[in-house]
């Protein structure tokens, strides 16, 4: 957490998602007390940081997102874990992490039912995928995301789309290897805002560039 922190600091006006997640050990409401105060307990790291609390807010995960089997030791150890979000890099060179399960996104919006990546990101993503090149060893897994559709199904679409455009924006644009990138659609489930008012519904119509450094 100490990079994590670090890199909050060095960019004031970024904001941190913390999300905690379990095993399958336990019932479902014991883990999601579980990985609440596990992001509970990160938040207050970073607040004895000298980071703003309003700067940073949690999510507690359960063991509804695994990101290995629970069928063996080292798979429950990998799920045992805390993801950290810090969103809205305008500048990742230089940036020195630890081998850890700690993950940067770049953040795109989009406007309202539309999968169309705008210009307006273009320099956002140049700094990506130079920063891509530079660390061959990194990989991105880009998220989409949805507001508030009428349509479950519409919403998913819209996010899977809205992640493979990125995708493919990377790919034709910058000349990124494919195969180092990732697409997954959230549709309207992981919102990071209110869907009532049109900023809320702005700020969730989004595709994440997480990238994951080797362990």
Known sequence: MH??????KKYPDTKA???GHTDNVG????????SQRRADSVLQYLVG?????SRISTVAR?????????DTEAGKRDNRRINTTIDCVKDVAGLSLPEARI????????????????????????????????????????EGHAADLASMDKAQEISERRAANV????????NIDRTRLTAEGFGKTRRV????????KQQNRRVNIVLNYPK
């Open 167 to 174: 995708v493919n924006y990377l790919v034709e644009k910058f």
């Open 49 to 53: 940081q000298q980071i703003d609390a």
């Open 27 to 34: 019932n479902d409401q014991f883990n999601m007390q579980l």
């Open 103 to 142: 993950t940067i996104a770049a953040l795109v919006e989009f406007d309202a039912n539309s999968v169309e990546v705008k210009d307006d990101y273009h320099a956002d993503l140049e700094k990506a995928a130079n920063y891509l090149r530079d660390n061959p060893n990194v990989t991105a897994h880009v």
């Open 193 to 200: 805002a209110y869907n009532t008012p049109e900023e809320g």
């Open 3 to 8: 990079a994590a922190g670090a890199f909050l």
């Open 17 to 19: 998602v913390i999300e």
């Open 62 to 70: 359960g063991e509804a997102e695994p990101a290995s089997t629970n």
